[in-house]
C-alpha cells in the first residue's frame, strides 16, 4: 500500500466520523480564536484530517491521489528508497501546518472563524508536481476538454487565492492555499536545491515537448 493510499484512507476515516459527530469536528478544526486562549496548537494540524462536507472530502481525496501517489514515487527516487516515502509524510504533515499558521496570526482574535480541510496540503502537493513538469498539460476542472499546461493553472491558482484570501469572502480558507502552495515548492527546493534548477531547465526547455 502506497503512503498516499493510507493517508487518504486515514483522512475518510476521521473526517466521515467527525462529520457524524459534531462535538468531534468542533475538537478538531482549525480555529486560531481558541488555539491561543486555550493553547490549542493541535487544530492546526488535526484540521487537516476533518472535512465540511463529504463532497470537500472527495474532492480533496481525489486530488490527493491523482498527484499523491506521482510525488510519492518520485520522492523515492529524488531522496531513496524508503526514505522518500518518510520525506513524504513528513512533507505532508508540515504542509498541513504551514498553510495554517497565516490564517493562525489573522484570525487569532476572530471568534468567527475556523476551517477544516486538506486543501493546504493538497495545494503543496499540487505544486510539486508543478516544480518537477511545469508544462505538464493539465486538465481544468471547468474546461474538460482542453488541455492547460501546469504551471499556468499554478499561476492562476495563486492570482485567485491571494485575491480572494484578501476579499475575506466565504467560507474558503484560500490562505492557507495560496501559503499551502508555497510551502510546497519552498520544501522540495530546500530540501533538493538542484531541482530548483532542473524546474529552470524544463521550463525553458520543455515547452516545445509538449506543444509542438
Same mark, same amino acid.
Given at each position: 500500500?502506497?503512503? #498516499?493510499?493510507?493517508?487518504? =484512507?486515514?483522512?475518510?476515516?476521521?473526517?466521515?466520523?467527525?462529520?457524524?459527530?459534531? /462535538?468531534?469536528?468542533?475538537?478538531? +478544526?482549525?480555529?486560531? !480564536?481558541? /488555539?491561543?486562549?486555550? +493553547? /490549542? !496548537?493541535?487544530?492546526?494540524?488535526?484540521?487537516?484530517?476533518?472535512? *465540511?462536507?463529504?463532497?470537500?472530502?472527495? =474532492?480533496?481525496?481525489?486530488? &490527493?491521489?491523482?498527484?499523491? /501517489?506521482?510525488?510519492?514515487?518520485?520522492?523515492? #527516487?529524488?531522496?531513496?528508497?524508503?526514505?522518500?516515502? =518518510?520525506?513524504?509524510?513528513?512533507?505532508?504533515? &508540515?504542509?498541513?501546518?504551514?498553510?495554517? =499558521?497565516? #490564517?493562525?496570526?489573522?484570525?487569532? %482574535?476572530?471568534?468567527?472563524?475556523?476551517?477544516?480541510?486538506?486543501?493546504?496540503?493538497?495545494?503543496?502537493?499540487?505544486?510539486?508536481?508543478?516544480?518537477?513538469?511545469?508544462?505538464?498539460?493539465?486538465?481544468?476542472?471547468?474546461?474538460?476538454?482542453?488541455?492547460?499546461?501546469?504551471?499556468?493553472? *499554478?499561476?492562476?491558482?495563486?492570482? !485567485?487565492?491571494?485575491?480572494?484570501?484578501?476579499?475575506?469572502? *466565504?467560507?474558503?480558507?484560500?490562505?492557507?492555499?495560496?501559503? *499551502?502552495?508555497?510551502?510546497?515548492?519552498?520544501?522540495?527546493?530546500? #530540501?533538493?536545491?538542484?531541482?530548483?534548477?532542473?524546474?529552470? %531547465?524544463? &521550463?525553458?526547455? %520543455?515547452?516545445?515537448? !509538449?506543444?509542438?
Amino acid at each position: 500500500m502506497t503512503v #498516499t493510499l493510507l493517508i487518504i =484512507i486515514v483522512t475518510s476515516i476521521i473526517s466521515y466520523l467527525a462529520l457524524q459527530n459534531p /462535538e468531534m469536528l468542533q475538537k478538531l +478544526k482549525h480555529f486560531p !480564536y481558541q /488555539e491561543k486562549r486555550s +493553547k /490549542e !496548537y493541535y487544530r492546526m494540524l488535526s484540521g487537516g484530517f476533518v472535512h *465540511g462536507s463529504l463532497l470537500h472530502l472527495i =474532492i480533496n481525496m481525489y486530488i &490527493l491521489f491523482m498527484f499523491g /501517489e506521482q510525488i510519492e514515487r518520485y520522492f523515492d #527516487t529524488l531522496y531513496g528508497q524508503n526514505i522518500g516515502r =518518510i520525506v513524504f509524510v513528513v512533507m505532508y504533515l &508540515l504542509n498541513i501546518i504551514a498553510a495554517s =499558521i497565516p #490564517t493562525y496570526f489573522k484570525n487569532r %482574535d476572530n471568534m468567527q472563524f475556523a476551517s477544516v480541510g486538506a486543501s493546504g496540503a493538497v495545494s503543496g502537493l499540487l505544486f510539486i508536481f508543478i516544480a518537477i513538469r511545469p508544462w505538464y498539460p493539465l486538465q481544468f476542472i471547468f474546461l474538460p476538454f482542453i488541455d492547460i499546461p501546469a504551471i499556468v493553472i *499554478g499561476i492562476g491558482y495563486l492570482i !485567485y487565492s491571494s485575491y480572494a484570501s484578501r476579499q475575506n469572502r *466565504g467560507r474558503i480558507d484560500h490562505m492557507a492555499h495560496f501559503y *499551502g502552495a508555497i510551502f510546497g515548492v519552498a520544501f522540495l527546493w530546500l #530540501t533538493k536545491p538542484s531541482m530548483f534548477s532542473l524546474f529552470l %531547465d524544463r &521550463l525553458v526547455n %520543455d515547452f516545445s515537448k !509538449y506543444y509542438f
